[in-house]
């Protein structure tokens, strides 16, 4: 039935916020459209946010939106997009039958990054989680997330104009979230004390975020705090918050009816719902080691970082106190449970480490490359004493990936529906689906590429001189900031945590080398950087700063820039703009690695250390590799060898491939190293794919 061609205000805002209130609409981007088209100025200033868009919006637009025909076709788009989302064929019921379709996974994590507009993330862990919850429900793989909802998120950074960074923690009024509030809360012990935490809900499509909010006014001050800050706070306030999250998870679910029949952790942050479960099974009668057997097999767990800082260890006479009331329905002594967490049972001087405890109590356990998966066994060798040799360590791994739908650019989707007939919406575990991508014409591959860089170089522009504005920089330095880079340079873009094994400063040891580089007239190369570092870890701080003290220098005037507040939003720019992802972690520090699998689909190539998932991804000719020379003679010479083989790729092959142009002005040999590079990484390293591993090798036996 046609629709009138106007509706009330009223009509307006009811059909207006109920597509705001179902998170599909942050990867299906038709339904974002009525949004930015109503109110762009309120759009952009609230970082895409829907709701809080619409009730900014003045009652005046609102009218001519609702007397507007062009607007209530782009809503009913909108409307249609979710709606055929929902009907679309879903692989996992395609596949799957019998007691397999009985599959429930509740699914842990500490982040979880949907959106920009919701800062409830710090970094790869987060994108990671939130992509795969994408992913379960675009397969529709029955998965309900657990996490915690924090009032002030991960802080957010500006850059003073000696380079530190200044760390802000505004305060998000959960009103404005698209989120539900379902009614029902928990009571959960944590030490001496219950807490009392409110269950809310994200909604994905058919997919459940059940989030904790534990800043209510019938908890005392110190409780209130543990739902504040994600990586917030002295050790002792984020073991009480891991806690929350592990057995105020498990007991969220069961308060819910979720009733999972797996319970996935995803890093050892939540690894006490497993000895919930085990009190609760204990509680209904089974013996303490049956209960263990059955938590074991129906867990999965996934470890996330080869770096020793990533895994937390609490003096176990705190955590037994912490979970004392757990323990006691679990049957655990506070010793029993200590040992569970010890690489040395016994060792009363050994503190608990959450992943030895989650590698005890989970029987399905994983690391995120194979690298890592290698790794990892050699880590955690033993806690496994009776495995033979490292192969019979029972640590596998799946490679993470990333969602199509969110990363992957409306304009290059529009490119690749054209050439390669790619159909991003059918969503489905398809490797095969890119690799007609080498056979696209160069030119028009070219056109697009430099489409994307010119969008990412007038994104940074206006950027800089916001920040540069923001700061109160003189007028002088405002004018300058961000005039000089180029829309044809070539452009390498490094962003991630400022973690330091990520070595964000690598590339300016030598610093007259690489100004030679980038300041050659006839082949302008430009460094765009943008990153966070841990509010406690000074070093990485440091290296921000360098960074961004770097950009200040006149040799890199124009040719280097940082970006402040690296999220979703700049993550996208930036991955969908550059010709180049860098990536030069001290090997093998980096357990994966996601933001390199973007570029991918918006033709930009890979220049990384063989470490995390490049080694998977890298063929010889789909990108570059940078060939980590092994040093033995610690770190400062490492740093030297590596950081000498990355000027020689650049110098030698990077470089003058790309500025190698036909005289039609293509780059032919670099356009075919970017088709490859399309037609190889996005269809294996997508999270549909990772979702789908994850469910034939992991949840499918833990449900059995
Ligand atoms: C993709 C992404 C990450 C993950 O990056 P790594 O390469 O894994 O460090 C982190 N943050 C944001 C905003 C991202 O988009």
Redo the contacts with the bound molecule.
Sequence with gaps: MPRPSTVSIDDLLTRLLRIAEDLAWSWHEPVQRPFAMLDPIAWEATNHAPIETVLSTPKARLAAAAADVRFLQTLETAERTLEDAQRAPRWFKTNHRGRDRRLKVAYYCSEF?IHESMQQYS??LG?LAGDHVKSAEDLGVPLVGVGLLYRHGYYRQQFESDGRQRILYPEYDFDRYPIEETGTSIACPIGRRTVTARIMRLTLGNTSLLLLDADLPENRPADRRLTEGLYKGEPDLRMRQQVLLGVGGAMALEAMDERPTVHHLNEGHAAFAAVERIARLVEDGLDQSDAIARVRASTVFTTHTPVPAGHDRYPARDAAAAMSGVLRRAGFTGRSFADLGRETPGDRSEPLCMTILALRLAEHVNGVARLHGEVSREMWRSVYPEAETLKDVPIGSITNG?HPGTWLDPAAAAFWRKHIRLKPEIAKPDEAAWSKATNVDPAAAWALRNVLRARLVRFMHDRLVRQSVQRGDDPSERLAAGAGLREDALTIGFA??FATY?RAPLIFRDRARLAAMLNDPDRPVQIVFAGKAHPRDGEGQEFARMVYRMSKRPEFHGRIAILEE???R??REL?SGCDVWLNNPIRPHEA?????M?PPMHLGVNCSILDGWWPEGFDGRNGFEIVGHPVRRGAAARDAADATALYEVLEDSLIPEFFDRSRAGVPSRWVKRALRSAATIPGPFSTHRMVADYVTTAYLPANR
């Design positions: 990054a970094g790869g994108v990333v991630r945590r990520k690296y999220d979703m700049i993550g991955t994966s690695g996601t933001s390199g973007k």
